[in-house]
C-alpha cells in the first residue's frame, strides 16, 4: 500500500489515464490502507526518532498558530495542505523498517522522476534547446509549475547518482552507463525550466559534490570545463535573466516579499501571522508594494521556505523547522561515516546522495514557496527509514559476529563482504 501511495503520488496515472480521474482520492486512500495494514500487524515496530518528535512539535505549532491567525479561516482552509504530510511521514516510516522495503521504495521513487526527467530532457531536445518563456512544465500535481520540476530534478538527481555508484559492483558497465542516463536527463531538464533558483541551486550541488570526492582539483576543472562550455551554450534570453537579477519586476517582487514577510515574523515572533495567512496580510497591510501588474491587488506567497514557515508559525516553527534540516543532514552524515567503516558501499552513496538532494530543496527553496509539497517531508520519510534499517540491522541476532537480518542479495556490502543468510 506505501508503494501504491508513492506510484499514484509521483507517477499520477489519474492524470494520464481517464479510467482513474473519476476517483480523486487514490493517494489518501492507499496512504490509509497503509496505516490500516500497519495496525493489523501482530508484532509492529513503532519507529520513532528525533525527527518524528519534531515534525509533530511542528504540527502543534501550526495547530496553535491557526487558532490564534489573523484571518483563522483562511488557515483551516489549508490545515491539511500540511496534515496530509504528517500522516504520510509517519505512515511511511512504519511500514518502511527493512533495507529491502527502503530499495524498494526508492527505485519506485527514482523510476516515477525518471518518468519526469525524460519528458523534460526530451522537449528540450525537440525545441534545439531553445529559451522558452515559462520553461518546461510537468503533469498536473505537485511538479506542474517549472520551478517545482525543477526541485525535483535536483532531488532525483543526485539520489540517482548515489544510487546507481552504490551498486555498481552488482551490474555490467553499460547497465552503469544507462543509469547514469537518469542524473544527466534530470540536469537537462532544470536547465529547459528556465528557473534561475533551480540553476542556482544546481551550481551549488556541483560545488558540494566537489567538496565530497577525493580528487577534488581534477573533478573541479572538468566540472568548471563543463560548466563553461555548458553556460556557452545557453540562449541569450537565459543569460539575460541572470543578468537582470535585482533589477527586474519579478526579483524586486520577491525581495519586497522576503522585506515584509520578514517584518511579519518579527512583529510576531511567537506564532508568526498565522498559518497560511502571508497572503491576506501582505495584500491588507503592504499593498503599496505590490508591483506586479499582473497581481491586481492580491499577494502572491512569499517564495521563500524560510519566511513562509516564520510568517506561518514565528521563530518557534523557524527553529523546529531549521533543526529538521540540520539533524536529518547530520544523521545522514553520521550514518555513512559509519556505513564507510563497515564496507556498506550502497548505505554510504546513498547518505551522500540524500544530503546532496536536501541541498538543493534547501537552496531552490529560497526562491519558490515549497515547503507543504512532497520535496522536504518524503526525504524525512527515507532518511528516518535509512535510520531505521540501519539500527535493525546493527541490532539484529549475531552468528559468528555476522547480522542474521540482512540477506546476501540487498546491497549491504561489496560481493567480497556480504552477510550470509540467516
Known sequence: MSCLYLFFEYIRPQAIWSVFDSYPYWAR??????????????????????????????????ILSSFFAYWPQFSWEGFMGFFNWVVVY???????????????????????????????????ALRGFAFADWGLAGPQGFFQNPGEL???????????????IGIKTYLK????WLLHSMPITAILTVLGTNTRGGQLALAVQVLALIAMTKHRIRTFILIGLIGVIGFALLPD????????IGSDDTSIQRLLYWKHGWQMIKDHPWLGVG????????????????VLNKLGDHSELPHNIFIQVGTDAGFSGLSVFVFLIAASFFMMHHIGKEARKADDDFLMYMTKGMNLALI?????????????YPFFWIHLSLVTSIMTFNQNETTAPMVRGVPLSTPSD????????????S
Not at 492507499?30 to 496505516?35: D, E, G, T
Not at 498559518?275 to 505590490?290: A, T, V
Not at 540487498?410 to 543468510?421: D, T
Open 29 to 62: 486512500t492507499f496512504v490509509l490502507l497503509a496505516f490500516i495494514g500497519w495496525l493489523s500487524q501482530e508484532k509492529k515496530q513503532l519507529v520513532w526518532n528525533k525527527l518524528t518528535s519534531g515534525i509533530f512539535l511542528f504540527l502543534f505549532l501550526i
Open 173 to 176: 558497465r553499460w547497465q552503469v
Open 410 to 421: 540487498s546491497f549491504g556490502h561489496s560481493p567480497e563482504k556480504r552477510y550470509v543468510r
Open 237 to 244: 534570453q537565459q543569460k539575460a535573466r541572470f543578468e537582470d
Open 150 to 164: 525543477a526541485i525535483q530534478m535536483l532531488v532525483f538527481a543526485p539520489m540517482a547518482l548515489f544510487f546507481t
Open 90 to 124: 509517519f505512515v511511511l516510516t512504519q511500514t518502511i523498517t527493512s533495507r529491502k522495503q527502503f530499495i524498494t521504495i526508492l527505485i519506485i521513487f527514482l523510476l516515477a522522476s525518471l518518468k519526469l526527467s525524460q519528458y523534460g530532457a526530451r522537449t528540450l
Open 275 to 290: 498559518y497560511n495567512n502571508f497572503r491576506p496580510y501582505y495584500s491588507s497591510y503592504c499593498l503599496d508594494d505590490i
Open 360 to 372: 538543493g530543496f534547501v537552496v531552490a527553496g529560497q526562491f519558490v514557496t515549497v515547503t507543504y
